[in-house]
């Protein structure tokens, strides 16, 4: 099926870990994005990708590490996790980029940093 | 950066009501657009309304877009249970289309 989808969909680990959430979009969109929604902050922006191999930051980018070698997938790394990184995690991707066409968002992981 | 800031936090009408939320935002827009998220659920796009128009529709679904206040609004029309979610208004912040910058929401409930 067409569609983003986003793995693990809940993902529990310990402080100081590396993990890796995973995004894959099926519509060859050139941008991907990625986000995190925490309660009283809204979504906010983590880092996005205009085409393969091209990644910039976003609002919130400090601790994390994105790749994306091929189209389709963008996945995105905590090199070290803290507790401030618990969090739901969305990724999204779009056509011709935010601001005109829609974003297609996955349905998020939920990571706890324990 | 650039924020869209919904109100109310929080509406609950009577299934059948319209539902109007606002959005609020602080400097030169391209587009406005306008999400829903269910909970549990990804946001899933509703409008995008450009700063050349006042208005737009789809369905049961009405955008106004006022560039002189910097406000939009969204009306649902004979809400249904199934329209309770979150709606959250997005634009680019004006450093770069690519940051698209979303308000807190706003929490709508349907009572049946």
């Known amino acids: 099926d067409a569609g983003i989808t986003q793995s693990p969909r809940y993902k529990i680990t310990e402080t100081g870990r590396q993990v890796t959430l995973m995004c894959h979009q099926t519509?060859?969109?050139?941008?991907m994005f990625w986000y995190r929604q925490d309660l009283g902050h809204g979504l906010r922006l983590i880092y996005y990708?205009?085409?393969?191999?091209?990644?910039d930051k976003g609002e919130v980018p400090d601790g994390y590490v994105v790749s994306r070698s091929k189209t389709e997938n963008f996945p995105l790394t905590l090199e070290s996790a803290t507790r401030s990184q618990t969090s739901v995690y969305f990724c999204?991707?779009?056509?011709?980029?935010?601001?005109?066409?829609?974003?297609?968002f996955g349905n998020g992981t939920r990571l706890t940093v324990t | 950066s650039q924020q869209g800031e919904e109100d109310p936090q929080a509406l609950s009408i009577q299934e059948g009501e319209n539902a109007t939320m606002n959005c609020s935002y602080k400097?030169?827009?391209?587009?406005l657009q306008w999400y829903r998220q269910n909970s549990g659920r990804g946001l899933v796009h509703l409008i995008l309304?450009?700063?050349?128009?006042r208005e737009k529709h789809s369905g049961r679904l009405r955008v106004t877009l006022d560039t002189s206040k910097k406000s939009s609004s969204l009306l649902i029309t004979a809400s249904r249970a199934a329209d309770t979610a979150s709606y959250f208004c997005?634009?680019?912040?004006?450093?770069?289309?690519?940051?698209?910058?979303f308000g807190q929401g706003t929490r709508l409930t349907i009572n049946p």
């Open positions: 997005a634009t680019a912040d004006e450093q770069g289309a690519q940051k698209l910058v």
């Open positions: 999204a991707s779009s056509e011709f980029g935010s601001d005109y066409s829609p974003l297609h």
């Open positions: 400097t030169s827009i391209n587009n």
């Open positions: 990708s205009a085409a393969a191999d091209i990644t």
């Open positions: 519509w060859s969109h050139s941008y």
């Open positions: 309304i450009r700063s050349n128009e």
